[in-house]
Nanobody, 123 residues
Framework: QVQLVDFGGGLVQAGGSLRLSCAAS????????MGWFRQASGKDREFVAG???????SYSGSVQGRFAISRDNAKNTVYLQMNSLKPEDTAVYYC?????????????????WGRGTQVTVSS
């Protein structure tokens, strides 16, 4: 069983930066694939970024080059550094984990979820 606590959201102006964090409890964190999804008001939840146990990363096209996912296995924590934020990045961001495999963009393939943290980007 893995519990995820995601935090670090807030209000930021367009062009600014935020770093989200996700602290995981439980064993074998280093073997889990970790990811971030987001859900804007009135829209479906979408994949943002993922990182495999070996450090291979993947991103959605809309954040490629602006966001960076990383992990610290010693701290059981995954991060999402968000730069050059845009109003369309406004959403609730969720941390997710799955026990192995790859960073599947389909949310149904992820087993564990955080409660989400709100990110609001003003224009």
């Amino acid at each position: 069983q893995v519990q995820l606590v995601d935090f670090g959201g807030g209000l930021v102006q367009a062009g600014g930066s935020l770093r989200l964090s996700c602290a995981a409890s439980g064993r074998s964190f280093s073997s889990y694939v970790m990811g971030w999804f987001r859900q804007a008001s009135g829209k479906d939840r979408e994949f943002v970024a993922g990182i495999r146990s070996g450090g291979i990363t993947s991103y959605s096209g809309s954040v490629q080059g602006r966001f960076a996912i990383s992990r610290d296995n010693a701290k059981n924590t995954v991060y999402l550094q968000m730069n050059s934020l845009k109003p369309e990045d406004t959403a609730v961001y969720y941390c997710a984990a799955r026990p192995g495999g790859y960073a599947d963009p389909r949310q149904d393939e992820w087993r564990y979820w955080g409660r989400g943290t709100q990110v609001t980007v003003s224009s």
